[in-house]
């Protein structure tokens, strides 16, 4: 990504090294003589134990008065099972918060013995999506606790399996914060492979992958059975980090699916009526359309649950996900009575009783949420982001655009 | 007797999905020539076209039964519900990122 | 013996009404070429190819019921997958910054 190289415009200008990836060990460990407390966002990383040491290091020569070890929570309070992630994220705090402590102990810096070690977990009231969201939940708690450095940790990957830090950084960096990843030897990919790889998620993609080429094949005939449990290996092994971003459990997949059953039929009708519609408009001379571009923010978790709204949403007809930036998903719609529908969330709420359960699907429409807005047309009411969606500017997504991006945009059209 | 009965509305329900099928995708082509842009164009192709996919695929299960390979029919069905429309979201996506705006009323570009 | 053997009317079986789909599908899916020749842009191309691939998908489902060839099952298996990744594939790579998915 071309952005990290940027020189970073936002906060107090004294640390340059802010948006590089690969900070020169020396000059970050002796720098900070910083006022402010230090926030470090931590998860259960193989490089957090360095990460935590560096930090402890540097906060007790640059007389920093708090390292505060914070769990930004990828749950959200109220959904099933925030309970136990909630107990499991104060556990690695416990954790690291002994070994904090530990290392400031063993520092023969003067400042050490000043230094507090604070834990937290926040974020924990929201749904968060994506960089934008995590940097506010840290600039929110680094004004609440006058922290003016984050230091991050190399692994750091909070959403599970996507890769986070690039993003975050650098919508750090347009903060008042300054940002700095911790100088730590990354394990090699293959220890950070066994590290992270779960028999769970090897094991239920091993089964998926064997009974598809079985479903395909013979299994009572030993060429494709041997074959088969090959091909599962070889694909289980490669691919059960990529595939599934959290382990399957035992009351909540089959539940899920079970739920996900009672949606398809749902969907095939919903879809069928709606299809109806608009074959009636396209076969109409007159084509009666009114294409708009929409953003509608939704509340249904990232990743898988995510996925399935976009996709049910694109297979209604008459509304077709362009676009999904973190929580905000860019819509168009081909008639204004498909676009009403949309904002009235069904498929939203449909999307939630699937993944969260029938309690978690009653919940206000998007209008009622005022999260909709409409992006063309007489109706407008925010202006159309076509130059601002290029994935590296954080923030300003529905801010204001100067009209010239639009008549430029136009003549790429023509092309 | 029923077992005829029983086979004369399965061959009339396959001659039924096959001419829905036949007709979402006149549909999903009509869109795809006479709309004007490329984001309308995609609502055709992910949406009309996957159902009249649909039809005919159910139809193919239908005729061929669940001994003479029905399942795969099944199961390409299932995979182009799931597929069609991402692929539809990519290219509409892609045609964002490159900056081409959606087409509204009064745009005289066809 | 095969549904598709089952008589419609007048002598004809389902498995020739199959046939007379089969090549109204492909009727229609010459109408898709006409975008993927013209365009105007990429992703109008892709789209029309995407749209093309998946009507042959059916086809070939359609003469593999028609003709009692199961074989073509597979094949239309495989299309499927190749004509999914070939829509995403262009549309990760025509885009400059290449971040579509």
């Known amino acids: 990504m071309a ?3 940027s020189p970073s415009d936002g906060g107090d200008g004294s640390t340059d090294s802010t948006a590089s990836t690969e900070p020169a060990t020396g000059d970050a460990a002796g720098e900070p003589p910083t006022a402010g407390a230090v926030i470090v966002p931590v998860e259960p990383t193989s490089t957090l134990r360095s990460t935590i040491a560096h930090v402890a290091d540097a906060a007790a020569t640059g007389g920093a008065p708090a390292i505060h070890l914070v769990e930004i929570a990828s749950w959200r309070n109220g959904d099933p099972e925030s309970d136990e992630r909630a107990a499991a994220a104060e556990r690695v705090l416990e954790r690291a918060a002994a070994w904090t402590a530990a290392d400031l102990d063993d520092s023969e810096a003067p400042g050490a013995a000043a230094v507090e070690v604070v834990t937290a977990v926040t974020g924990a009231g929201d749904y968060l999506f994506g960089a934008d969201d995590y940097v506010r939940v840290l600039a929110e708690y680094a004004e609440a606790n006058d922290a003016d450095r984050v230091v991050l940790d190399p692994e750091y990957t909070p959403v599970g399996n996507t890769t986070l830090l690039q993003p975050l950084e650098f919508a750090l960096s347009n903060t008042s914060l300054s940002v700095e990843t ?17 028999a769970v998620r090897l094991v239920a993609l091993f089964g998926l992958s064997l009974g598809f080429y079985f479903l395909l094949g013979d299994p ?17 092994i490669t691919l059960s980090r990529v595939s599934l971003d959290s382990n399957p459990a035992i009351p909540r997949t089959p539940m899920r699916i079970a739920r996900g059953l009672v949606y398809i039929p749902v969907l095939l009708f919903e879809i069928f009526k709606a299809n109806v519609v608009v074959a009636r408009v396209i076969l109409d001379p007159r084509l009666p359309i009114e294409p708009t571009m929409n953003r509608m923010r939704v509340i249904v978790g990232s990743g898988l649950p995510l996925m399935t709204l976009a996709n049910s949403i694109t297979l209604t007809p008459g509304t ?13 719609s081909l008639l204004p009575w498909a676009r009403e529908g949309l904002f009235d969330g069904s498929l939203e709420r449909w999307t939630r009783f699937v993944y969260y359960g029938r309690r978690s699907a009653r919940l206000p429409t998007p209008r009622e949420r005022d999260d909709v807005a409409i ?7 925010e202006e159309l982001p076509i130059a601002a969606v290029d994935g590296g500017e954080p923030g300003s997504v529905s801010g204001s655009e100067p009209s010239d991006d639009l008549t430029d945009a136009d003549e790429v059209t023509d092309r | ?5 029983l086979e004369t509305a399965r061959v009339w329900l396959v001659v039924v999905l096959t001419l829905l099928g036949l ?7 009509t869109g795809v020539l006479r709309l004007p842009d490329v984001y309308s164009r995609a609502h055709t192709a992910s949406q009309a076209d996957t159902l009249g996919a649909g039809f005919g695929l159910a139809a193919v299960a239908l005729t061929v039964g669940v001994a003479g390979g029905g399942f795969k029919s099944v199961l390409l069905l299932f995979f182009i519900f799931l597929t069609n429309p991402t692929a539809a979201h990519a290219i509409a996506r892609a045609a964002f990122e490159e900056g081409i705006v959606p087409w509204t009323e009064g745009d005289d570009r066809r | 013996m095969s549904l598709a053997d089952a008589t419609l009317v007048a002598g004809y079986t389902l ?23 013209v365009g105007p842009t990429m992703q109008d191309r892709v789209l029309a190819v995407n749209v093309l691939g998946t009507n042959t998908v059916v086809i070939l489902a359609i003469l593999g019921a028609a003709l009692d060839e199961p074989t073509f099952f597979d094949i239309a298996l495989v299309y499927a997958l190749l004509n999914f990744l070939m829509a995403i594939a262009i549309s990760k790579f025509t885009v400059e910054r290449g971040g579509v998915l």
């Open chain 1, 3 to 5: 952005d990290a190289d």
């Open chain 2, 23 to 29: 007709f979402f995708t006149l549909v999903s082509m």
């Open chain 1, 375 to 381: 992006l063309q047309g007489d109706d407008a009411t």
């Open chain 3, 15 to 37: 498995g020739d009404f199959l046939l007379v789909a089969a090549a109204g599908f492909a009727v229609l899916a010459v109408g898709m070429l006409y975008r993927a020749v």
């Open chain 1, 320 to 332: 077709l996900t362009v676009r999904a930036r973190d929580s905000d998903l860019y819509v168009h």
């Open chain 1, 182 to 198: 911790a100088p730590v030897d990354r394990p090699t990919r293959r220890e950070r492979f066994r590290t992270e790889a779960s």
């Open chain 1, 220 to 236: 009572t005939y030993w060429f494709d059975a041997v074959t088969g449990v090959a091909t599962a290996a070889v694909v289980s």
């Open chain 2, 1 to 5: 007797m029923s077992a005829a009965a």
